[in-house]
């Protein structure tokens, strides 16, 4: 059954006819924060990221399709609603839903969706308050518009992979991907920030917009230092590995168990790095005197900081350095962030029930005072609020059943 939000967009329906990770990102921060999310899918498939395995939540069976922990990290608060939108009367089914409706958000091809009456200027037609948010690799105009985009793609042509690897003339040298899908996160949550300045603006106005974010954009965006050092510089920053190009010391050591990041961004935490690691005559080394000379000479600073680091524990070395206020922290495993103290006391993960088994997810990162996200709805099955949502449509028994006689659900 459908439970009441207590979120900041509580009272507020969105559509959401996305697939994958950025679309359904942008559906579960509006979820989270008590928009009702209706989740268009295919009937019998679903969105594509359901069979993104391994590793599987539920595996598939000859008889019910699996589910794959991918697909349970951008799908909770939402209500799936299983619907061929090919077949007229599943378009019809659409427009009547964004009749009642205040967001719809899409990551097909561009002009995908006009094709079958959906788009944005046919919707605006019935509802001209609706915020129509489209998330595609490339935006909907330009040399691209017409291209698939994935986060590996867009993680290389957007810029990300040009500064993250190891430099060359390393060992391992090369470009290398970002471990998470960073494109698809950064689109997701620029789709939610732009969805949300949209509803402020229907506030003035009293009319919906469309708003077009792209991964491509999004990863550029996202450059900041590189970006800037480009434009105004003209300085290719490059691949500097674990080291911070413009910092000192600033990447991973060994200590005697694992592997730290300590983190140095200006002289007086260098200073502070100094004496706590009892080398106060690096302070007067004018290798190491202020940070552009550190960055001069990284190597043999990395060296003599590695030296120090390698005789405790990373424990150690963790509580020592941050006790001197110098920033420091281990490189976690998921296992670690598990166990973590600080991620149990900021409530990082959830635990929902769902007709499949108990689902773990990890929490919003938005901490609102007085109305904070809540968590109403594990990742659906395919299909599994169709009557539900059709009911309060007003479709009666006898009309879903002659749309699942032809079909359409």
Not at 155 to 165: D, E, I, K, R, S
Not at 373 to 389: F, K, W
Request: glycine share 10%; charged share 25%.
């Amino acid at each position: 059954m459908f439970q009441s939000a207590t979120g900041p967009l509580s009272g507020l329906r969105v559509i959401d006819m996305t697939r994958v990770i950025a679309g359904p990102l942008c559906g579960q921060i509006l979820g989270d924060l008590g928009a009702d999310v209706v989740k268009i899918e295919r009937p019998g498939e679903g969105d594509d990221s359901r069979r993104v395995a391994p590793p599987w939540f539920r595996e598939p069976t000859a008889e019910v399709p699996g589910d794959s922990t991918y697909f349970l990290a951008v799908n909770r608060n939402k209500r799936s609603l299983a619907v061929d939108f090919a077949k007229p009367e599943g378009q019809e089914l659409i427009r009547r839903l964004a009749t009642q409706s205040d967001i719809l958000i899409e990551n097909y091809r561009t002009g995908t969706l006009a094709r079958y009456g959906l788009g944005y200027d046919d919707l605006r037609a019935i509802n001209p308050r609706l915020i129509y948010c489209s998330v595609t690799g490339f935006g909907q105009t330009g040399p691209y518009s017409g291209r698939s985009g994935y986060d590996f793609l867009v993680q290389g042509m957007g810029g990300l992979m040009a500064v993250t690897g190891i430099e060359d003339g390393e060992p391992g040298a090369g470009p290398m991907r970002i471990g998470v899908p960073l494109a698809d996160t950064f689109a997701g949550m620029n789709a939610a920030i732009a969805v949300m300045a949209a509803l402020e603006a229907r506030h003035k106005t009293g009319e919906g917009q469309h708003i077009d974010i792209s991964l491509f954009e999004s990863a550029i965006a996202s450059l900041l230092n590189t970006a800037s050092a480009w434009l105004n510089a003209e300085i290719n920053l490059g691949r500097s590995g674990n080291d911070h190009p413009s910092a000192a010391p600033y990447g991973v050591f060994a200590a005697s168990d694992g592997y730290i990041i300590v983190a140095t961004f200006n002289d007086r935490e260098f200073e502070r790095l100094a004496n706590v690691l009892k080398h106060p005559e690096w302070l007067e080394d004018d290798r190491f005197r202020c940070n552009s000379d550190r960055v001069r000479n990284r190597v043999a600073l990395k060296e003599a900081v590695s030296a120090v680091i390698s005789q405790k524990t990373r424990a150690e070395w963790v509580d020592i350095l941050n006790k001197a206020t110098v920033s420091a922290g281990p490189i976690n495993e998921m296992s670690d962030l598990e166990k973590d103290e600080h991620a149990i006391a900021r409530d990082m993960f959830v635990t929902m029930e769902s007709s499949r088994g108990t689902v773990r997810t990890v929490a919003s990162p938005y901490r609102l005072s007085s109305t904070p996200p809540d968590y109403r709805l594990p990742p659906p099955a395919i299909g599994q609020h169709t009557d539900e949502i059709l009911e309060q449509l007003g479709y009666t028994i006898d009309q879903r059943e002659a749309l699942r006689a032809t079909g359409v659900l």
